[in-house]
């Protein structure tokens, strides 16, 4: 029960003079005029969870502002002179998104970590996630951070922290970060007044080096010599991408990109789109029509903060077709492995790198060309701490995760949508060298590897409300796991927070080496797999559904995905989502 008394009281507590005159303004607006709003801005604290903070911008102790992320600074502040190598000299880089306040918010967090003696390599603009991970280990910083919110919404904005490794924090950094700004029970606890001399600014120097690394990612230089007219549309969606993507692109080779103009220039307010998520057609719907104008067969657009990657292509129709995250996983995997095998750069110990809810088309390519392949829980913090634990004995040489995420090399530890661009970019480029588009190389991988089809289904529950409905649904597919969905028997299934996978049949329990997290798995005897999983970062319940099937002929390409489709609605309808 929300105790509306105890609300008004906590935000009364925000009236005092430690809070700057705009704030004590909405605040005494909420208490005034807005009890539904005071509700939602103070009922709970903005939780610093394993990644950092992320919520809608405003005044209250569930809002994303200075106070609310000045605690956070304050606590990751105190856990890096606990742990840092050298705690006498510690350096943090960081970098922020388009997003409205996010300037503001890195200068607030550059200001805190000063005031704590620390060095800020603070980036002088907006930058993409992955340069920030480069520039963490360029620099040798103990860590940083990142002010974004990723694709959310124009009324959100985030706090994402990253360890010395450039990766996200992992255990038992994450909870330990957790406990430091949990300790921050006042404002007044956060240390202010910071030493200018201490902040040093990034730009150029910094850009051209990121810019290097990603140059040397190309596997066939020549081919986009020969190639380098083909036609790619590029769009930001106003963000971070406008700074770097055009000019990787031209470093690599390619001289016929264009960029929609209007969306190339950073906006918090994303005027040209719904949402700014390449995971929706929407999204891309200005790049496709500049792309039918200028007669481009390559659409490609990088979320805000430009860590993540959406990728369109023509058919021989003349359609553009969005590809989904596991489409374009597989299209870098299959020609980041085929080619380096081709030109003897595989030495026997490479691997790659997916995560249980992606598909597993990755690993079946990666397996039958002698490469190996890891799965992790979902996020790249994963990624980056088994890079780290096979650091020197196995190389990585690329993966990624179905929410269009993708890593091609090691520089970095974190998504990387610039080195995706280009990677895919140099895929055309060789797929016309082969006299063949995009799409159709996607249907010959369909063909030698197997066809998968995947399908995402959000159940989206706001508030407490919604909170406790999506622990019970958790529940009670963990206390009375089915034994047969859309008549298809369960063979097994994963609880990833017992983890222990489970044959229902004999009962024989094994168990799964991985860090504990709330997902379930449940495999089908006609090898479709549903995982089930709440969203860390929104209000929902996350429900991944796969299939597969023998694809010998791409001419069958239709009508073996709309078989795929309906088993998959099939199950869908049987779950009653």
Not at 171 to 183: A, L, M, N, Q, T
Not at 364 to 380: E, H, Q
Not at 541 to 563: G, M, P, V
Request: aromatic content about 10%; hydrophobic content about 35%; proline content about 4%.
């Amino acid at each position: 029960m929300i105790n509306t008394d105890e609300i008004r009281k906590k935000a009364t507590s925000w009236l005092g003079k430690e809070f700057d005159e705009p704030t004590r303004r909405e605040v005494q607006n909420l208490l005034d005029n807005d009890e539904k709003g005071l509700i939602d801005a103070f009922y709970q604290d903005l939780e610093f969870g394993t990644g950092g903070l992320r919520g809608i911008m405003g005044a209250g102790t569930n809002r994303m502002n200075r106070y609310t992320l000045g605690m956070a600074t304050q606590g990751f502040a105190n856990y890096l002179k606990k742990h840092a190598a050298n705690p006498s000299a510690i350096k943090v880089a960081i970098a922020h998104d388009c997003r409205n306040n996010s300037s503001y918010f890195a200068r607030v967090a550059a200001d805190i970590f000063t005031a704590n003696g620390f060095t800020a390599y603070l980036f002088e603009s907006l930058r993409p996630t992955p340069e920030l991970s480069y520039a963490i280990r360029l620099y040798g910083c103990d860590g940083g951070v990142n002010i974004t919110a990723s694709h959310n919404p124009k009324e959100y904005n985030g706090y994402k922290v990253s360890w010395n490794d450039g990766g996200q924090v992992v255990s038992p950094h994450d909870k330990g970060i957790i406990d430091e700004v949990r300790k921050i029970k006042s404002v007044s606890e956060i240390k202010t007044g910071g030493d200018e001399s201490r902040i040093i600014m990034l730009g150029e120097e910094t850009d051209r080096k990121y810019l290097d690394a990603v140059r040397a990612l190309s596997i066939n230089p020549d081919v986009i010599k020969r190639h380098h007219d083909i036609g790619i549309v590029y769009t930001p969606l106003h963000g971070t991408g406008y700074m770097i993507v055009p000019e990787a692109l031209a470093m690599y080779g390619f001289t016929n990109v264009h960029t929609v103009k209007e969306q190339s220039v950073p906006d918090g307010n994303f005027p040209t789109v719904r949402s700014p998520n390449p995971e929706e057609p929407d999204a891309l719907s200005m790049a496709v029509a500049l792309a039918r104008e200028k007669g481009a067969d390559l659409v490609m657009a990088t979320d805000p903060d430009g860590d993540r990657l959406g990728v369109a292509v023509r058919k021989p129709s003349g359609e553009f077709i969005l590809l989904n995250g596991n489409q374009t996983g597989a299209l870098l995997t299959w020609y980041i492995i085929s080619q380096k095998k081709q030109n003897g750069e595989l030495k026997g110990n490479e691997y790659i790198i997916y995560t249980i809810v992606t598909s597993d088309l990755l690993g079946s390519i990666a397996d039958r060309n002698g490469v190996k392949s890891y799965k992790v829980l979902t996020g790249f913090k994963f990624f980056a701490e088994l890079m780290r634990d096979l650091e020197g004995r196995e190389k990585y040489i690329g993966g990624g995760e179905e929410s269009f995420g993708y890593l091609a090399g090691d520089y970095v530890r974190d998504k990387d949508g610039v080195s995706a661009i280009t990677l895919i970019a140099e895929t055309a480029a060789w797929a016309r060298d082969s006299g063949k588009s995009l799409w159709e190389l996607l249907l010959d991988i369909y063909a030698e590897y197997g066809l998968y089809r995947e399908k995402l289904v959000n159940v989206v529950r706001k508030g407490a409300e919604g909170a406790a409905e999506i622990r019970s649904m958790m529940e009670g597919f963990r206390s009375h796991p089915p034994q047969e969905i859309a008549g298809s028997k369960v063979i097994r299934y994963n609880d990833y927070l017992t983890l222990l996978s489970t044959d229902p049949v004999t009962g024989e329990k094994t168990p799964l080496r991985m860090e504990k997290s709330n997902v379930l798995q449940f495999f089908l005897a006609d090898g479709t797999k549903i995982s089930v999983r709440p969203s860390g970062t929104e209000p929902k319940i996350k429900f991944y559904f796969s299939a597969n099937t023998q694809l010998n002929d791409a001419a069958r390409f239709e009508e073996q995905w709309q078989i795929l489709e309906k088993r998959i609605d099939n199950v869908i309808a049987d779950m009653k989502l």
